[in-house]
């Protein structure tokens, strides 16, 4: 007689959900990672060039950091589908707490690169990690507000890991830095190591590749059709973020473009807290397409900027709300699609898109804006992304958690 391995979902919200420490033990193990994932991102141009090499080597690293994220990621999110995923993000947690030993053996450029690539395997495993993770341990009809719980951590994360690197080389060199980014990647390996998550369930072994794994989690229409959402709302998310500053102290001189950013990011944290909740009880597509719409209007209204400046804070306000919003309720909606057996292949697929798109998105936007100038591409994105409201609405009418 076999064995049935599956969890039911009251013996998982009795297990997991009801105890509050097991889940800070896990937001803590994502908060200390984010801060030095978004600190690394921040410091180590500067660091590139502190060491000898040239403006366009210190942004290459951040680029090859990337890309070799997007590689690993192909082939180590269906064994973290096989194997679990918590032992890869295990891993993911000690790359980034052991990256700086290799930089004090040898501060040089091509050890930074092997540096930066070495580190790129924890990027790969804990950002699907820890979707794949919250599925597991969340009721499945909370799914979505404990995705946007984790997203606040992550957002904290943000906020934090570039403030306190930027302190800490400013004030005591970069030293000091790799000591508290070794200090904050073994408090996320103890936190995570410390973190009760459900076993792996068995699946049968099929013989087949990562590669097959990959084509099964991407035939689904309704996974391909949230894909290309992620990656237009990418695009436009990259080119505000990216030029945003750039537009505001040429369209309105008299503004501090850094108000924007604290709007954007106060904006954003509210939605993580409010929008999961919002999908879990009326669904992933009404909260989805207004959410979407969001993120279009606060592009958009960037090209009204010069005629009235106070403007600026319903921007953030709308793009820091869009994009947070949408940001959980796709991954939730992601979640809900895969089947178990292969749902950190399906959220890697928003994991690459993300960035892949990031980095494009900038150079796309910014060779768009050589012509029109800044305030129309910001106009032709808005209005891009607000049509692609209207074939999401009626294609995402018969999803699945629709």
């Not at 921040?42 to 060039?49: N, V």
């Not at 410390?194 to 309704?222: F, M, N, Q, W, Y």
């Not at 793009?319 to 940001?327: A, L, P, R, T």
């Not at 012509?371 to 999803?399: E, N, Q, R, Y």
């Amino acid at each position: 007689m076999k064995k049935d391995y599956t969890i039911s979902p009251e013996i998982r919200e009795i297990s997991f959900s009801a105890k509050p420490l097991n889940w800070a033990l896990f937001f803590g193990s994502v908060f200390f990672f984010m801060i030095n994932l978004f600190a690394a991102i921040a410091i180590f141009p500067a660091y590139s060039l502190s060491i000898g090499s040239s403006p366009f080597l210190s942004g290459l690293q951040n680029t090859i950091f990337g890309l070799a994220a997007v590689a690993i990621r192909f082939y180590l999110a269906p064994i973290m589908d096989r194997r679990g995923a918590k032992p890869l993000m295990l891993l993911g947690a000690f790359t980034f707490a052991t990256t700086p030993l290799l930089l004090f053996l040898s501060p040089t450029y091509s050890m930074l690169l092997t540096a930066r690539i070495y580190q790129s395997i924890g990027l790969a495993v804990f950002l699907p990690g820890m979707y794949t993770v919250v599925a597991e341990m969340a009721p499945q009809q909370r799914i979505g507000t404990f995705v946007g719980a984790l997203r606040v951590f992550f957002n904290l994360g943000l906020l934090a890991g570039p403030s306190i690197g930027l302190y800490l080389t400013s004030s005591y060199g970069y030293e000091s830095w790799f000591l508290f980014t070794i200090a904050a990647g073994l408090a996320s390996f103890a936190l995570l190591s410390l973190t009760r998550t459900p076993a792996a369930t068995p699946h049968p072994a099929d013989g087949k590749t990562s590669l097959d794994k990959i084509r099964e989690a991407l035939a689904p229409v309704e996974v391909k059709i949230i894909i290309a959402c992620i990656a237009l709302f990418t695009l436009t998310y990259s080119a505000v973020v990216s030029f945003s500053a750039i537009h505001i102290e040429t369209s309105t001189p008299q503004t501090d473009a850094s108000i924007f950013f604290v709007i954007l990011g106060a904006a954003g944290m509210i939605s993580c807290l409010v929008a999961g909740n919002l999908t879990d009880h009326f669904g992933r597509r009404r909260v989805a397409i207004p959410m979407l719409a969001l993120v279009g209007t606060g592009a958009l209204l960037f090209y009204f900027l010069p005629y009235w400046p106070p403007l600026l804070y319903i921007c953030a306000a709308l793009f820091g709300i869009g994009v947070q919003g949408i940001s959980l309720v796709f991954a939730a909606w992601l979640l809900d699609i895969s089947q178990p057996h292969l749902r950190a292949t399906t959220i890697s697929f928003q994991e690459n898109s993300i960035d892949i798109m990031f980095a494009m998105g900038a150079l796309i936007f910014g060779l768009a804006a050589q012509g029109p100038g800044l305030g129309s591409a910001f106009l032709a994105a808005g209005i891009i992304t607000l049509l692609a409201v209207i074939p999401f609405s009626l294609k995402s009418a018969s999803f699945k958690r629709a």
